[in-house]
């Protein structure tokens, strides 16, 4: 291995990156958005914007707060729906030299699988990331993720509507994350990712009002980030499959960090929509990292 | 697919920043890449903070208030909060980024009459308008505030050629009231040629529902200028959304500016 030359390629289950820096779900549209700001070709992959069966219209307005460090969102999941994601925009994504994470979602068990099955049969998707965070509309509403039971169901169910690798993405808004990890692992998942964005809220004093229109929103950017990596930590511990590390991560640093703990690799979200071109200087941080220490390859990062 | 204009995150020198009236100044930048491809109406995110720190978190939508020789911007702005009071503390001589140029803008005919309608700070995007459509036609601006002292910038205004029509709530400057009354007044004065004319306007949400209600009796069309809070101003958040007749819109990448007829106005901002 020639020191100089770091090996920046990751394997998620039969997923193969060419480094480990991907864009987060929601922070970078379906690519096209991003295609005049960003070299694509840079990158581990992208993870476009959740998609659901049918098209949504999100939450109404306003859907954005700024808190310390962070941000509050309540976008409410509006999408194209998974045909016109197919159709529209998945031939934009073909183009673009990176692998392409489809990040779906549902109000039950059946709407999930029938999403995967969809992409099984579409051409130039890589894997697929499971948004479990989302209500459970036919037990009442709480999350999917909540609950290891309900969340090893959707897992079970994707996995078995699809052959393309199955990561799940956790919510961080439970006791024990590491229980659901365990749950969706031994329900077949081939990786989790973690964290979603952790709910909060603010208030206008002046207008006496929630800031936001959904009333609670999620919380994402720096300000996450030291909880994040917490339980990106247990979990890396917990269970036998690769863990993807998101939340906060806004420079090499701080991707280094979820490396270190043992990620395979990082999502990049609110900070490319603070700055587009974030993820490529991460790749370029992390790089230099590696020669300057003489680290062969990326799972090397790792601490005990 | 998305889009065709190229758009650019540049590092931009602060060439000028000087305080125009109490709580609003001009910031000159150098951006020629941005520069070269805007147009009036656009906007950019700008970065209000110290490199490195994440506090505040998100830049800040300005439209761009004009364009000069030697690819630089400049931007019109109010102090309202924590992010615009740290960036009048930016001197020149120092960095930000400024991503841009944002959005759809303005779109004028070459065979129409505009005419321009800004209330505060909603001028802001109308210079570059005005810049833009003086040299070839005829033009003319009404520009409204609470007094005299906010209307700054009328000269930079008159210099572009445009009929500068000003009303202040306190009968300071020109004519007592708003910009409707003046509107009023205008679109009489023109009665027979008002068929030929179009509406652009920026300003707060009650102004510019006003405005817009005057043009559509009058039968001429209106463009808005929207505001809404925005994270990245690029099209990836989709939280920039507000209420449209028919579906919801998102400022940044429909807008900001948007035909009056597409907008459900009794929502309110
Ligand atoms: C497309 C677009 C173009 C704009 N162009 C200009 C311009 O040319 N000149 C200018 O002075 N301002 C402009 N604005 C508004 C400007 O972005 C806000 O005033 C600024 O973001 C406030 O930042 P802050 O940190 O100082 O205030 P904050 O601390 O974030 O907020 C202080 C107060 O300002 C209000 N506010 C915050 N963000 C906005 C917003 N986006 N729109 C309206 N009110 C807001 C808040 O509700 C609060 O009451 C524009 C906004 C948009 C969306
Ligand atoms: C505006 C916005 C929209 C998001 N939309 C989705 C989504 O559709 N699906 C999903 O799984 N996660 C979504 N997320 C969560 C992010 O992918 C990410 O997990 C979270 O923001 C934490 O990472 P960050 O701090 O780097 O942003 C969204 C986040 C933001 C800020
Ligand atoms: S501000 Fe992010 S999509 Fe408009």
């Known amino acids: 291995m020639n020191r100089n030359f770091p090996d920046l390629s990751v394997t998620i289950g039969s997923l193969s990156l060419k480094n480990p820096v991907v864009l987060a779900s929601g922070t970078c549209g379906y690519g096209a958005e991003l295609g005049d700001l960003l070299d694509f070709g840079c990158l581990g992959g992208i993870v476009v914007k959740g998609i659901s069966l049918e098209p949504r219209a999100g939450n109404p307005p306003p859907r954005l707060v700024e808190t310390p460090c962070g941000l509050l969102n309540a976008i409410g999941l509006e999408n194209v729906g998974i045909d016109a994601f197919i159709r529209d925009k998945l031939p934009w994504l073909m183009g673009m030299d990176t692998a392409v994470i489809v990040n779906i979602l549902g109000d039950e068990i059946g709407e999930y699988a029938e999403i995967a099955r969809k992409l099984d049969d579409a051409k130039g998707v890589d894997a697929v990331e499971v948004n479990i965070s989302c209500p459970n509309v036919k037990s009442g509403g709480a999350a999917f993720g909540t609950d290891p039971w309900a969340a090893a169901d959707v897992t079970r169910a994707v996995k078995s509507a699809t052959s393309l690798p199955v990561i799940v993405k956790l919510s961080p808004n439970v006791t024990d994350i590491t229980a659901v990890a365990k749950s969706v692992a031994e329900a077949g998942a081939d990786a989790v990712s973690l964290i979603n964005t952790l709910l909060g809220m603010s208030i206008d004093i002046d207008t006496r009002r929630p800031s936001l229109g959904n009333v609670f929103g999620g919380l994402s950017g720096p300000a996450i980030r030291p909880v994040a990596l917490r339980m990106v930590w247990q979990t890396v511990r917990a269970v036998d499959i690769p863990v993807v590390g998101i939340g906060g991560i806004s420079d090499a640093n701080d991707a280094l960090e979820f490396l270190m703990a043992g990620a395979c690799a990082v999502e990049i979200g609110t900070a490319t929509l603070v700055r587009p071109g974030t993820a490529v200087g991460i790749v370029e941080g992390i790089t230099a990292h590696m020669e300057s220490r003489g680290v062969p390859a990326i799972k090397d990062l790792r601490i005990d | ?269």
């Open chain 2, 1 to 269: 697919m998305e889009r065709m204009i190229a758009r650019f995150d540049e590092k931009a020198e602060i060439i000028e920043h000087c305080q125009a009236a109490e709580d609003i100044f001009v910031l000159k930048v150098a951006a020629p890449a941005v520069s070269a491809s805007a147009r009036p109406g656009q906007f950019c995110m700008v970065e209000v903070k110290a490199v490195g720190s994440s506090d505040p978190l998100l830049r800040r939508p300005f439209s761009i208030h004009a364009r000069e020789d030697g690819g630089r911007l400049s931007f019109l702005y109010r102090r309202v909060g924590r992010g615009t009071d740290l960036l009048s503390r930016m001197r020149p001589g120092e960095m930000l980024n400024v991503l841009g140029p944002l959005g759809r803008g303005f779109r004028v005919r070459p065979d129409i009459t505009p005419i321009l309608a800004g209330g505060g700070m909603g001028m802001a995007p109308l210079l570059f308008l005005a810049e833009y459509c003086a040299g070839s036609m005829d033009t003319f601006t009404i520009l409204g505030g609470r007094t005299a002292s906010e209307l700054t910038g009328l000269e930079s205004f008159r210099r572009t050629g445009t009929r500068v029509l000003v009303a202040t709530e306190d009968g300071s400057l020109g004519t007592r009231g708003m910009v409707t009354d003046v509107l009023d007044g205008l679109l009489k004065t023109l009665s027979e040629s008002a068929g030929q004319c179009e509406i652009h306007t920026c300003g707060p949400w009650p102004m510019m529902r006003a405005v817009y209600e005057m043009a559509s009796q009058s039968g001429i069309p209106c463009w808005v200028s929207l505001e809404s809070r925005m994270a990245c101003g690029t099209g990836l958040c989709l939280g920039c959304a507000v209420y449209g007749t028919e579906k919801i819109l998102h400022v940044c990448r429909e807008g900001p500016v948007f035909h009056g007829d597409s907008i459900r106005w009794r929502d309110g901002q």
